[in-house]
């Protein structure tokens, strides 16, 4: 059973539109990091939450920590081609350990 | 450079026959771990390690071993590997000092037991 469940799995979507990622848990975490992953290449952290209610902007990506910090979700604005890749959620207990989320599979199309 | 490498890159091996994937890093990280990527379970644990000489079990542990013996490196072992080892894996380095436990990842290393 995933603790931490992604959705969508799969996004598929033209050029400049925006798209949102959902991770969502029963579980309360100390903080909640998203990744990228890119074919042929290890999971590269994009940004940490760690209060509830935050959001982090990094360029076109905005992230937010939900109040209770039970979910996640990441929105990109006006996608690009470059922005292809796998999200990975991964939500971290008190003692660090991480539990992700199974990935959403973004693909942008010119 | 701040990385952490993993040899091979790729691998393809009979069952049963004993093999070893390392891992380095150059970062002084205390905490090193071992990930499994399978399609639609997504990265699972297997071993971590909080320092030299201290290792535990994640959540997938059967079928493998790992050792610390020196703090920038962390081999993951298969002593009689199975198809179902068939899998990605990536090692991971992170520091014990810092509340957001950010990880840094290798670049994997794919296995294919037949």
């Known amino acids: 059973t995933q603790l931490l469940e992604q959705s969508p799995q799969f996004l598929s979507i033209q050029e400049g539109e925006n798209l949102t990622v959902y991770c969502n848990s029963s579980s309360v975490f100390s903080s909640l990091q998203w990744y990228r992953q890119e074919p042929g290449e290890g999971p590269v952290l994009l940004v940490t939450?760690?209060?509830?209610?935050e959001v982090k902007k990094l360029k076109r990506l905005t992230f937010q920590f939900g109040d209770a910090r039970k979910d996640s979700s990441l929105h990109i604005t006006a996608a690009q081609p470059g922005d292809t890749g796998l999200y990975l959620c991964?939500?971290?207990?008190?003692?660090?350990?991480?539990?992700f989320g199974a990935g959403t599979q973004v693909v942008v199309t010119p | 450079e701040a990385q952490v490498t993993q040899n091979p890159r790729y691998l393809i091996t009979v069952t049963g026959k004993k093999l070893t994937v390392t891992c380095s890093q150059n970062?002084?990280?205390?905490?090193m771990s071992w990930y499994r990527q399978d399609p639609g379970l997504g990265l699972r644990q297997i071993y971590y390690?909080?320092?030299?000489?201290?290792?535990d079990k994640g959540d997938v542990p059967e079928g493998y071993k790992v050792s610390r013996k020196e703090k920038r490196n962390f081999p993951l072992i298969l002593e009689s590997p199975s198809p179902n080892q068939t899998s990605l894996y990536f090692c991971a380095s992170r520091s014990t000092g810092t509340l957001a436990y950010e990880q840094y990842f290798g670049p994997g290393t794919r296995l294919t037991v037949t």
């Open positions: 970062m002084n990280h205390e905490y």
């Open positions: 390690s909080m320092n030299v000489e201290v290792t």
């Open positions: 991964a939500g971290a207990d008190s003692w660090g350990k991480l539990q």
């Open positions: 939450v760690v209060t509830g209610g």
